[in-house]
């Protein structure tokens, strides 16, 4: 019994964790270790590049659309954003003077008050005490009066500033529904063929190990076509990068029993039969 458990245990496969970093040779023996055919694995390789390839077309199709919508959208927000900060500063200064103009009514019922008092003091130093008072309560009267006419000039700054912002505003909605029609109609037309592609896509994916897949978006996104898996151009070269394969590499990728990677650009190269 014991020696059943020893040789259960030792036929359990250990998966080593996926490094971005690992080399080709580490990544051709897993792709070789594996219950599917080698050649299969290829074909279902590049089925999901030709699959990838096709959606690339689709979303280069949309060209800068939708970053031109969310660039929108991001700009109409900022648009709001500030103008509702005016609105509400326009506000506080319309209080403000509220604030100002009942100032004002006060000092002038002070000033008022003390005029009246005036009439009736014969001591000349309540009298210059009484006049003191009276011009400190209209110098503050001039202050406030200062300060309405002044936040008045500011009000009218930031009303016009709002007008702008709201022209803006409107110019910057019309443009966003008419790129969001566009892209809408876009994406209307191709949606259909988008959902096959991808359904495609994730079958294909679903075949392949998680340590082939991990390579396959890592060089995708590495090159600039993102292609990852390319045939053999003009007969002797790389699909990739068109530099010259050996002959003895071609032999190895027309037999169909090993994963290939171009030395100098990193990509798969498969059987040109395979298209």
């Given amino acids: 019994m014991a020696s059943t458990k020893k040789t259960t245990a030792a036929a359990v496969k250990v998966e ?11 990544l051709q023996k897993n792709f070789a270790d594996s219950d599917m055919p080698v050649e299969e694995k290829l074909k279902v390789l590049y089925q999901l590049q030709a699959a990838d390839s096709e959606i690339d077309k689709i979303i280069q199709l949309r060209g800068e659309l939708p970053a031109e919508v969310a660039a929108l959208e991001e700009e109409i927000a900022g648009l709001k954003e500030r103008s509702a900060s005016i609105s509400a500063l326009i506000d506080q200064m319309n209080r403000n003077i509220a604030d100002a103009k009942l100032s004002i009514s006060e000092h002038e019922s002070i ?32 202050i406030d009066e200062k300060t309405i006419n002044d936040t008045r000039v500011e009000i009218a700054s930031q009303k016009a500033e709002l007008d702008e912002l709201k022209d803006r505003l409107t110019i910057r909605t019309e443009d966003l529904k008419a790129k ?10 191709t949606a259909k063929e988008e959902a096959v592609l991808r359904e495609r896509r994730e079958a294909c994916a679903a075949k392949i190990d998680a340590r082939t897949m991990s390579a396959y978006e ?9 292609l990852a898996v390319v045939g053999i151009y003009n007969g002797d070269s790389c699909g990739g990068c068109f530099n010259t394969i050996t002959p003895q590499r071609r032999v190895e990728i027309a037999s169909n029993r090993k994963l290939i990677i171009c030395e100098h650009c990193g990509r798969i190269i498969i059987n040109p039969d395979f298209e």
């Fill in 218 to 226: 890592r060089i995708r996104a590495s090159v600039h076509n993102h």
């Fill in 180 to 189: 969001k029609a566009e892209l809408e109609t876009i994406v209307e037309e």
């Fill in 111 to 142: 000033i008022e008050k003390y005029q009246h008092q005036l009439e009736s003091i014969a001591n000349s130093r309540e009298y210059d005490s009484l006049n003191k008072e009276i011009e400190n309560q209209e110098l503050l009267r001039q």
């Fill in 16 to 26: 080593a964790p996926i490094d971005q970093r690992e080399t080709f040779v580490s």
